[in-house]
DNA sequence: CCAGACGTTGTT
DNA sequence: GTCTGG
DNA sequence: CCAGACGTTGTT
DNA sequence: GTCTGG
């Protein structure tokens, strides 16, 4: 799955990667833990659309927003046809702006934290792009809260060993077809929710620090060695 | 008809 | 154990 | 995902 | 909102 995650990419950074029409606010996020604000990338009249959102999906017609905290993941095989996600699926897909995420392998002496993330040529991390999910939420005084949810698949073999399942990671070849807000079958974009390739990722494991959601600094991303 | 669910994960 | 908050 | 709370009363 | 169960 995917439950904690990075953005530590520049908005100049973010801005091509994603050819938005404008260069975003950003600071450098090194802990992202579900119900926090994320951003994600939308496609709009005016171009391509950077906005901040409340990480866990509140289907609009929920009677209360905490109904979003425990739709942090939809699961890509399933998502067209459950009730909370489908008309997202056909309407409103996005893409989720990070480098990078955390999974826990549970062993017997408790839980291991790894980094998993797309190396360039040079080692670094490179910028990705999770599908997801947006929605908008209102209450009944009026108040609106958009939030989106990251789409998940079977893990690659990179992840197999310490967790089966990890977010869909869209090619960049792929934007323009998942964000398409004239493509209102999802049927037809289902083919892009494969697992990202294995040999184009590279993982190491990291501290239990990241455990705590209110950790979010540079050095959570250095490699430890495991006894 | 109305009431109640609507999700993922992991663990057993 | 289970729910809420981050 | 993990961490942290989980309750009522009365008083300040 | 929309579907399922009673």
Redesign the pocket.
């Known amino acids: 799955?995917c439950?904690?995650y990075t953005q530590t990419q520049s908005p100049e950074r973010v801005a091509t990667q994603f050819d938005l029409s404008a260069v975003p606010e950003l600071s450098p996020r090194y802990n992202i833990?579900?119900?926090?604000g994320i951003p994600i990338v939308r496609e709009t009249d005016a171009g391509r659309d950077l906005q901040m959102v409340h990480w866990?999906l509140i289907?609009?017609?929920?009677?209360d927003p905490?109904m979003g905290?425990?739709?942090?993941?939809?699961?890509a095989e399933?998502?067209a046809e459950?009730?909370?996600?489908r008309t997202a699926m056909r309407r409103r897909r996005c893409l989720v702006v990070a480098d990078g995420f955390y999974e826990?392998q549970?062993t017997a002496k408790g839980?291991q934290?790894f980094f998993f993330y797309v190396p360039d040529t040079e080692g670094r991390r490179s910028p990705i792009a999770f599908a997801g999910l947006w929605e908008t939420w209102e209450s009944a005084k009026g108040e609106v809260i958009p939030s989106a949810t990251i789409l998940?698949t079977a893990a690659n073999n990179r992840v197999q060993p310490v967790?089966?399942?990890m977010p869909v990671i869209l090619p960049a070849e792929h934007y323009a077809r998942w964000l398409d807000p004239d493509c209102q079958q999802s049927a037809k974009v289902t083919d892009l929710l494969q697992p990202f390739p294995t040999d184009q990722m590279a993982t190491f494991a990291v501290s239990?620090a990241v455990?705590?959601?209110?950790q979010d600094q540079p050095e959570l991303l250095e490699a430890i060695a495991l006894n």
């Open positions: 799955m439950g904690r833990a579900p119900t926090q866990g289907p609009s017609w929920a009677k905490k905290a425990r739709m942090i993941n939809a699961r399933t998502a459950k009730p909370s996600f826990w549970r839980k934290p998940t967790h089966d399942r239990t455990n705590n959601p209110r």
